[in-house]
């Protein structure tokens, strides 16, 4: 179980990593596809801490192979006030996407806490 827990806090932290990198080269579209890929699995995966422990490491390895091969978009030019709303609008979804897997995770874990110490 140690283990596991071990598995999924550094997914978490490297998923976070590889994200937050993302968003410093603006690479927005592919933080935001991170984002909903993380969440997917999070939520096709939830409820039982092996399923988390899957939904992360699947995650990250998503995240590294976008990494190395971005997703090519057209998108028109726009300007940098634009970029900048963006970006912001891109970190709040981070934020807000992190609170909704941690949470996941976490009543995950402590379910399972709970069960073995009952």
Do not use: C, I, W
Not at 78 to 95: I, K, N, Y
């Amino acid at each position: 179980m140690v283990a596991s827990l071990f598995l999924v806090g550094a997914s978490t932290a490297s998923q976070a990593v590889v994200v937050l990198e993302k968003v410093r080269t603006r690479r927005y579209f592919d933080a935001v596809l991170d984002l909903g890929v993380a969440l997917t699995f999070s939520a096709l995966f939830a409820g039982t801490l092996g399923g988390s422990a899957v939904a992360m490491v699947a995650s990250v390895l998503f995240s590294v192979y976008l990494y190395f091969r971005p997703v090519k978009v057209n998108l028109p030019e726009v300007s940098e006030r634009t970029r900048t709303v963006v970006g912001v609008l891109t970190l709040l979804t981070l934020a807000v996407a992190t609170v909704v897997v941690a949470n996941l995770y976490y009543a995950t874990v402590t379910a399972y806490l709970v069960a073995f110490l009952a």
